[in-house]
T-cell receptor, first 115, second 116 residues
Framework: QKEVEQNSGPLSVPEGAIASLNCTYS??????FFWYRQYSGKSPELIMS????GDKEDGRFTAQLNKASQYVSLLIRDSQPSDSATYLC???????????????FGGGTRVLVKP | KAGVTQTPRYLIKTRGQQVTLSCSPI?????VSWYQQTPGQGLQFLFE???????NKGNFPGRFSGRQFSNSRSEMNVSTLELGDSALYLC???????????????FGPGTRLTVL
């Protein structure tokens, strides 16, 4: 079983709609969670980080974390064609702050926003 | 503030050779991590350096090694290159100090390595 799982897509959404991306992880000790956006041929760009259960909003993006269900999601409101990219879910499987960083990535969900 | 920089951006090597890649983190960032990205395996963690010490390591053979200098700059080395080492190698830095978002990682542009 992969440690971080995402639907590979493509997730096709019309311009202006909400895109909903999901991610599940297997390590219950994980403490920090991230969403990255990666355009073709470019490096990943950090969109959101979330550390506590609940919602975290930043502009058109909302991250949701449910540690009991081992589930993290990303909502993109008012989707734009420029949002078309691959979205990567990443989980830091280090058990505590002092243990540093060890990110495990999902395979990514490709999102296509159609005008 | 300048972002993470990586050199070189592109590299072509032949099997059996070795290669050294360089990464300069964002100013003030103390942790540097390295990742390999391939179409088949996705993004995979190689190792993390903090205060010149390797703190975490992924599941890669010993041919992959790295180091960090006192100014937080980092290098990774791959010896005895194999065809399967062709990939995008990404470096990411994070602050790793107390407070919110302490371990957010920011990626450099990557080094595209092709092994012939």
């Amino acid at each position: 079983q992969k440690e971080v799982e995402q639907n590979s897509g493509p997730l096709s959404v019309p311009e202006g709609a909400i895109a909903s991306l999901n991610c599940t992880y297997s390590d219950r000790g994980s403490q920090s969670f991230f969403w990255y956006r990666q355009y073709s041929g470019k490096s990943p760009e950090l969109i959101m980080s979330i550390y506590s259960n609940g919602d975290k909003e930043d502009g058109r993006f909302t991250a949701q974390l449910n540690k009991a269900s081992q589930y993290v999601s990303l909502l993109i409101r008012d989707s734009q064609p420029s949002d078309s990219a691959t979205y990567l879910c990443a989980v830091n499987i280090s058990p505590r702050k002092a243990a540093g960083n060890k990110l495990t990535f999902g395979g990514g969900t490709r999102v296509l926003v159609k005008p | 503030k300048a972002g993470v920089t990586q050199t070189p951006r592109y590299l072509i090597k032949t099997r059996g050779q070795q290669v050294t890649l360089s990464c300069s983190p964002i100013s003030g960032h103390r942790s540097v991590s390295w990742y390999q990205q391939t179409p088949g395996q996705g993004l995979q963690f190689l190792f993390e350096y903090f205060s010149e010490t390797q703190r975490n390591k992924g599941n890669f053979p010993g041919r992959f090694s790295g180091r960090q200098f006192s100014n937080s700059r980092s290098e990774m080395n791959v010896s005895t290159l194999e065809l399967g080492d062709s990939a995008l190698y990404l470096c990411a830095s994070s602050r790793m100090v107390t407070g919110d978002s302490y371990n957010e990682q920011f990626f450099g542009p990557g080094t595209r390595l092709t092994v012939l």
